[in-house]
Protein backbone atom coordinates (compact mmCIF):
# COMPACT_ATOMS: atom_id res chain seq x y z
CA UNK A 1 0.00 0.00 0.00
CA UNK A 2 3.10 2.04 0.26
CA UNK A 3 4.82 1.17 -2.38
CA UNK A 4 2.74 0.66 -5.18
CA UNK A 5 1.24 3.87 -5.62
CA UNK A 6 4.65 5.92 -5.41
CA UNK A 7 5.84 3.06 -8.17
CA UNK A 8 2.94 3.56 -10.77
CA UNK A 9 3.45 7.70 -10.05
CA UNK A 10 7.16 7.75 -10.93
CA UNK A 11 6.40 4.83 -13.89
CA UNK A 12 3.70 7.01 -15.56
CA UNK A 13 6.88 9.37 -16.60
CA UNK A 14 8.10 6.81 -18.49
CA UNK A 15 6.85 5.28 -22.12
CA UNK A 16 6.22 1.74 -22.65
CA UNK A 17 6.67 0.79 -18.84
CA UNK A 18 4.36 -1.48 -17.33
CA UNK A 19 3.86 -2.82 -13.90
CA UNK A 20 2.41 -6.19 -13.65
CA UNK A 21 1.49 -7.04 -10.07
CA UNK A 22 1.44 -10.97 -8.83
CA UNK A 23 -1.48 -11.61 -6.27
CA UNK A 24 -0.04 -15.29 -5.37
CA UNK A 25 -3.37 -15.96 -3.50
CA UNK A 26 -3.31 -13.33 -1.32
CA UNK A 27 -5.57 -13.15 1.96
CA UNK A 28 -5.32 -9.46 3.04
CA UNK A 29 -7.95 -7.96 1.20
CA UNK A 30 -5.46 -6.86 -1.76
CA UNK A 31 -8.05 -7.79 -4.79
CA UNK A 32 -10.55 -5.55 -3.52
CA UNK A 33 -7.97 -2.68 -3.06
CA UNK A 34 -6.49 -2.79 -6.35
CA UNK A 35 -10.17 -2.97 -7.98
CA UNK A 36 -11.06 0.23 -5.95
CA UNK A 37 -7.94 2.34 -6.44
CA UNK A 38 -6.48 1.75 -9.42
CA UNK A 39 -8.87 1.27 -12.49
CA UNK A 40 -7.00 4.35 -14.18
CA UNK A 41 -4.00 2.45 -14.08
CA UNK A 42 -5.38 -0.85 -15.25
CA UNK A 43 -7.15 0.72 -18.18
CA UNK A 44 -4.01 2.82 -19.37
CA UNK A 45 -2.20 -0.44 -19.28
CA UNK A 46 0.30 0.82 -17.07
CA UNK A 47 -0.62 -1.82 -14.52
CA UNK A 48 -1.40 -5.13 -15.27
CA UNK A 49 -2.97 -7.33 -12.13
CA UNK A 50 -3.40 -10.63 -12.51
CA UNK A 51 -4.40 -13.12 -9.75
CA UNK A 52 -3.62 -16.74 -9.01
CA UNK A 53 -6.04 -19.05 -6.67
CA UNK A 54 -3.97 -22.50 -6.93
CA UNK A 55 -1.09 -22.18 -4.68
CA UNK A 56 -1.86 -22.60 -0.66
CA UNK A 57 1.89 -21.35 0.27
CA UNK A 58 3.78 -18.69 -0.93
CA UNK A 59 6.78 -20.05 -3.43
CA UNK A 60 9.25 -17.57 -3.84
CA UNK A 61 10.72 -18.81 -7.25
CA UNK A 62 7.47 -20.17 -8.59
CA UNK A 63 6.15 -16.63 -7.82
CA UNK A 64 9.00 -14.64 -9.95
CA UNK A 65 8.97 -16.86 -12.70
CA UNK A 66 5.19 -16.90 -13.29
CA UNK A 67 5.06 -12.96 -12.95
CA UNK A 68 8.01 -12.31 -15.34
CA UNK A 69 6.30 -14.78 -17.99
CA UNK A 70 2.95 -12.83 -17.59
CA UNK A 71 5.33 -9.89 -18.47
CA UNK A 72 5.42 -8.74 -22.03
CA UNK A 73 8.53 -6.49 -21.97
CA UNK A 74 11.91 -6.85 -23.67
CA UNK A 75 13.36 -5.70 -20.17
CA UNK A 76 11.95 -7.55 -17.25
CA UNK A 77 13.35 -6.42 -14.01
CA UNK A 78 11.84 -8.32 -10.44
CA UNK A 79 10.49 -5.70 -8.23
CA UNK A 80 9.63 -6.64 -4.70
CA UNK A 81 6.65 -5.76 -2.85
CA UNK A 82 8.86 -3.17 -0.15
CA UNK A 83 10.86 -1.57 -3.28
CA UNK A 84 10.49 1.82 -3.44
CA UNK A 85 11.80 2.70 -7.58
CA UNK A 86 13.50 5.78 -8.12
CA UNK A 87 13.70 7.94 -11.07
CA UNK A 88 17.79 7.23 -11.57
CA UNK A 89 17.21 3.59 -11.75
CA UNK A 90 14.45 3.57 -14.30
CA UNK A 91 16.70 5.95 -16.01
CA UNK A 92 19.39 3.44 -15.90
CA UNK A 93 17.48 0.93 -17.32
CA UNK A 94 16.78 2.59 -20.13
CA UNK A 95 20.17 3.54 -20.68
CA UNK A 96 21.52 -0.63 -20.04
CA UNK A 97 18.99 -1.66 -22.91
CA UNK A 98 20.07 1.02 -25.47
CA UNK A 99 23.49 0.63 -25.07
CA UNK A 100 23.95 -3.04 -24.46
CA UNK A 101 21.19 -5.08 -25.84
CA UNK A 102 20.09 -8.43 -24.43
CA UNK A 103 23.26 -9.15 -22.63
CA UNK A 104 23.00 -7.09 -19.39
CA UNK A 105 22.41 -7.94 -15.85
CA UNK A 106 21.28 -5.14 -13.78
CA UNK A 107 22.07 -5.66 -10.20
CA UNK A 108 21.16 -3.39 -7.27
CA UNK A 109 23.22 -3.39 -4.20
CA UNK A 110 21.16 -0.61 -2.62
CA UNK A 111 21.72 -1.07 1.94
CA UNK A 112 21.82 -4.83 2.30
CA UNK A 113 18.18 -4.99 3.60
CA UNK A 114 15.93 -6.28 0.89
CA UNK A 115 17.01 -4.74 -2.62
CA UNK A 116 19.05 -8.20 -3.27
CA UNK A 117 16.59 -9.24 -5.14
CA UNK A 118 16.25 -6.58 -8.16
CA UNK A 119 17.58 -7.85 -10.71
CA UNK A 120 16.69 -7.15 -14.53
CA UNK A 121 17.47 -8.72 -17.38
CA UNK A 122 16.31 -9.17 -21.04
CA UNK A 123 13.59 -11.41 -21.78
CA UNK A 124 15.96 -13.50 -23.91
CA UNK A 125 18.44 -14.08 -21.68
CA UNK A 126 15.95 -15.08 -18.74
CA UNK A 127 14.28 -17.69 -21.37
CA UNK A 128 17.69 -18.96 -21.67
CA UNK A 129 18.23 -19.24 -18.22
CA UNK A 130 14.91 -20.67 -17.70
CA UNK A 131 13.98 -18.30 -15.00
CA UNK A 132 14.69 -18.76 -11.19
CA UNK A 133 15.02 -22.40 -8.98
CA UNK A 134 11.85 -23.91 -8.84
CA UNK A 135 12.94 -26.61 -6.71
CA UNK A 136 13.85 -24.37 -3.91
CA UNK A 137 10.95 -24.63 -1.03
CA UNK A 138 11.31 -21.48 0.95
CA UNK A 139 13.27 -17.78 0.84
CA UNK A 140 16.62 -17.53 -0.03
CA UNK A 141 19.34 -16.98 -2.27
CA UNK A 142 17.33 -17.98 -5.26
CA UNK A 143 17.91 -14.83 -6.52
CA UNK A 144 21.59 -15.15 -6.60
CA UNK A 145 21.86 -18.31 -8.13
CA UNK A 146 19.54 -16.31 -10.95
CA UNK A 147 22.44 -13.89 -11.33
CA UNK A 148 25.09 -16.62 -11.41
CA UNK A 149 23.54 -18.11 -14.45
CA UNK A 150 22.58 -15.01 -15.97
CA UNK A 151 26.48 -13.76 -15.70
CA UNK A 152 27.39 -17.41 -17.22
CA UNK A 153 25.61 -17.20 -20.32
CA UNK A 154 27.36 -13.94 -21.04
CA UNK A 155 25.90 -11.48 -19.12
CA UNK A 156 27.50 -8.25 -18.65
CA UNK A 157 27.09 -6.94 -14.73
CA UNK A 158 26.48 -3.46 -14.05
CA UNK A 159 26.20 -2.94 -10.50
CA UNK A 160 23.44 -0.54 -9.20
CA UNK A 161 25.11 1.91 -5.98
CA UNK A 162 22.61 4.37 -5.32
CA UNK A 163 20.77 3.85 -2.30
CA UNK A 164 17.95 2.13 -2.88
CA UNK A 165 14.94 2.59 -0.66
CA UNK A 166 12.91 -0.64 0.96
CA UNK A 167 10.47 -1.41 3.40
CA UNK A 168 12.30 -3.21 6.50
CA UNK A 169 10.69 -6.53 8.03
CA UNK A 170 11.08 -8.72 9.95
CA UNK A 171 12.20 -12.60 9.39
CA UNK A 172 9.20 -13.65 11.21
CA UNK A 173 7.08 -11.32 8.32
CA UNK A 174 9.63 -13.11 5.46
CA UNK A 175 8.83 -16.46 5.96
CA UNK A 176 4.91 -16.19 7.56
CA UNK A 177 3.46 -17.41 4.38
CA UNK A 178 5.64 -20.15 3.41
CA UNK A 179 4.61 -24.19 3.74
CA UNK A 180 8.32 -24.64 5.59
CA UNK A 181 9.43 -22.55 8.92
CA UNK A 182 11.57 -19.61 7.73
CA UNK A 183 15.68 -20.82 8.73
CA UNK A 184 18.10 -18.87 7.92
CA UNK A 185 20.71 -21.68 8.20
CA UNK A 186 18.63 -23.81 5.92
CA UNK A 187 18.54 -21.34 3.35
CA UNK A 188 22.57 -21.26 3.92
CA UNK A 189 21.83 -25.06 2.75
CA UNK A 190 20.10 -24.39 -0.11
CA UNK A 191 22.87 -21.54 -1.12
CA UNK A 192 25.77 -24.19 -0.76
CA UNK A 193 23.07 -26.78 -3.01
CA UNK A 194 23.07 -24.15 -5.50
CA UNK A 195 26.09 -23.39 -5.97
CA UNK A 196 27.10 -27.14 -6.10
CA UNK A 197 24.55 -27.90 -9.28
CA UNK A 198 26.27 -24.70 -10.89
CA UNK A 199 29.59 -26.40 -10.19
CA UNK A 200 28.21 -30.22 -11.61
CA UNK A 201 27.30 -28.47 -15.19
CA UNK A 202 24.01 -27.25 -14.56
CA UNK A 203 24.24 -23.84 -15.95
CA UNK A 204 20.26 -23.21 -16.29
CA UNK A 205 17.23 -23.83 -13.65
CA UNK A 206 14.65 -26.50 -13.86
CA UNK A 207 16.05 -29.10 -16.29
CA UNK A 208 13.48 -31.80 -17.16
CA UNK A 209 10.57 -29.93 -15.44
CA UNK A 210 8.41 -26.79 -15.98
CA UNK A 211 9.05 -23.15 -14.28
CA UNK A 212 6.36 -20.09 -14.18
CA UNK A 213 3.58 -22.67 -14.76
CA UNK A 214 0.05 -21.55 -13.83
CA UNK A 215 -3.27 -19.84 -14.30
CA UNK A 216 -4.25 -16.21 -13.62
CA UNK A 217 -7.29 -13.74 -13.59
CA UNK A 218 -5.89 -11.02 -15.69
CA UNK A 219 -7.46 -7.43 -14.56
CA UNK A 220 -10.23 -9.53 -12.85
CA UNK A 221 -11.94 -10.64 -16.10
CA UNK A 222 -9.07 -12.42 -18.75
CA UNK A 223 -8.26 -15.86 -17.83
CA UNK A 224 -4.85 -16.65 -18.60
CA UNK A 225 -3.20 -19.74 -18.77
CA UNK A 226 0.66 -20.03 -18.74
CA UNK A 227 2.25 -23.36 -19.63
CA UNK A 228 5.85 -25.04 -20.30
CA UNK A 229 7.93 -22.94 -23.10
CA UNK A 230 8.68 -25.92 -25.40
CA UNK A 231 10.95 -23.55 -27.22
CA UNK A 232 13.40 -22.96 -24.40
CA UNK A 233 16.83 -24.75 -25.66
CA UNK A 234 18.78 -26.42 -22.73
CA UNK A 235 22.41 -25.94 -23.48
CA UNK A 236 24.67 -29.30 -23.65
CA UNK A 237 27.83 -29.08 -21.93
CA UNK A 238 31.35 -30.85 -23.10
CA UNK A 239 33.39 -32.24 -19.78
CA UNK A 240 37.28 -32.38 -19.62
CA UNK A 241 39.04 -34.32 -16.69
CA UNK A 242 41.35 -31.61 -15.02
CA UNK A 243 44.67 -33.50 -13.17
CA UNK A 244 46.75 -31.68 -10.62
CA UNK A 245 50.22 -32.50 -10.63
CA UNK A 246 49.17 -34.31 -7.13
CA UNK A 247 46.75 -36.32 -8.53
CA UNK A 248 43.58 -34.40 -7.57
CA UNK A 249 40.71 -35.22 -9.66
CA UNK A 250 38.44 -32.07 -10.87
CA UNK A 251 35.72 -31.42 -13.79
CA UNK A 252 35.99 -29.14 -16.03
CA UNK A 253 32.69 -28.37 -18.73
CA UNK A 254 32.81 -26.57 -21.70
CA UNK A 255 29.97 -24.97 -23.44
CA UNK A 256 30.79 -25.12 -26.93
CA UNK A 257 27.09 -23.27 -27.67
CA UNK A 258 28.00 -20.28 -25.52
CA UNK A 259 31.60 -20.07 -27.20
CA UNK A 260 33.20 -18.78 -24.10
CA UNK A 261 32.78 -20.55 -20.57
CA UNK A 262 34.42 -23.08 -18.42
CA UNK A 263 34.04 -24.14 -14.52
CA UNK A 264 35.59 -27.26 -12.46
CA UNK A 265 34.84 -28.72 -9.20
CA UNK A 266 37.71 -28.27 -6.93
CA UNK A 267 37.65 -30.87 -4.17
CA UNK A 268 40.27 -29.45 -2.17
CA UNK A 269 41.93 -26.15 -1.88
CA UNK A 270 44.98 -25.36 -4.97
CA UNK A 271 46.09 -22.25 -4.57
CA UNK A 272 44.14 -19.44 -6.84
CA UNK A 273 42.33 -22.08 -8.35
CA UNK A 274 40.06 -22.61 -5.46
CA UNK A 275 37.21 -20.55 -7.39
CA UNK A 276 35.34 -22.33 -10.26
CA UNK A 277 35.00 -19.39 -11.94
CA UNK A 278 37.79 -18.65 -15.13
CA UNK A 279 38.13 -15.93 -17.88
CA UNK A 280 35.57 -15.32 -20.39
CA UNK A 281 37.50 -14.84 -23.24
CA UNK A 282 36.15 -16.41 -26.54
CA UNK A 283 37.43 -20.25 -27.36
CA UNK A 284 40.04 -20.77 -29.91
CA UNK A 285 39.32 -24.05 -31.92
CA UNK A 286 42.03 -25.36 -34.13
CA UNK A 287 41.73 -29.20 -35.02
CA UNK A 288 41.57 -31.21 -32.93
CA UNK A 289 41.89 -28.79 -29.30
CA UNK A 290 40.07 -25.77 -27.88
CA UNK A 291 42.86 -23.31 -26.54
CA UNK A 292 41.61 -20.39 -23.78
CA UNK A 293 43.41 -18.10 -21.31
CA UNK A 294 43.20 -19.20 -17.90
CA UNK A 295 42.32 -18.14 -14.50
CA UNK A 296 46.07 -17.01 -13.84
CA UNK A 297 47.79 -18.69 -16.23
CA UNK A 298 48.74 -18.50 -20.01
CA UNK A 299 47.02 -20.62 -22.85
CA UNK A 300 46.23 -23.89 -22.48
CA UNK A 301 44.67 -26.40 -24.52
CA UNK A 302 41.89 -28.55 -23.52
CA UNK A 303 42.37 -31.74 -25.94
CA UNK A 304 38.74 -33.26 -27.71
CA UNK A 305 39.92 -36.69 -28.07
CA UNK A 306 39.48 -39.61 -25.27
CA UNK A 307 42.62 -41.25 -25.63
CA UNK A 308 44.90 -38.48 -26.05
CA UNK A 309 48.41 -38.28 -23.71
CA UNK A 310 48.08 -35.84 -20.58
CA UNK A 311 49.69 -32.51 -21.93
CA UNK A 312 51.50 -30.46 -19.41
CA UNK A 313 50.13 -27.13 -19.23
CA UNK A 314 52.40 -25.08 -16.48
CA UNK A 315 51.69 -27.49 -13.07
CA UNK A 316 48.26 -28.70 -14.49
CA UNK A 317 47.43 -31.49 -17.23
CA UNK A 318 44.22 -31.55 -19.39
CA UNK A 319 42.62 -34.49 -21.28
CA UNK A 320 39.03 -35.29 -22.03
CA UNK A 321 37.12 -37.94 -20.41
Same mark, same amino acid.
Given at each position: ?51 ? @? ?26 DADNFLEKMYINELYRCFE ?57 KVIGYLPQIRVIRHSDDVR ?145 ? @?
Amino acid at each position: MKTLPHNLKLLSNYDSCELVLLDYNSKDGLEDWIKNNFQREISSGLLVYVKT @TQPEHFHMSHAKNLVHRLASGKVLCNLDADNFLEKMYINELYRCFEEEGDNFILKARGDGHGAGGRIAVSSDLFYKVRGYEEHIDRWGHDDTDFFNKCEIFKGKVIGYLPQIRVIRHSDDVRGSNYEQPFNRNQSRKWAQKLKNRIKSGKIQSNLNRSFGKGYVKKNFTDSVRIEEDLSTKIFETKRYRLVYNTGLANYVFVYPELGSYIMTIVKNKIGKLNCYWFDKGEWIEEGDTIKMNWFCHSDSVLHKEPDSEKYRCDKYFIKR @T
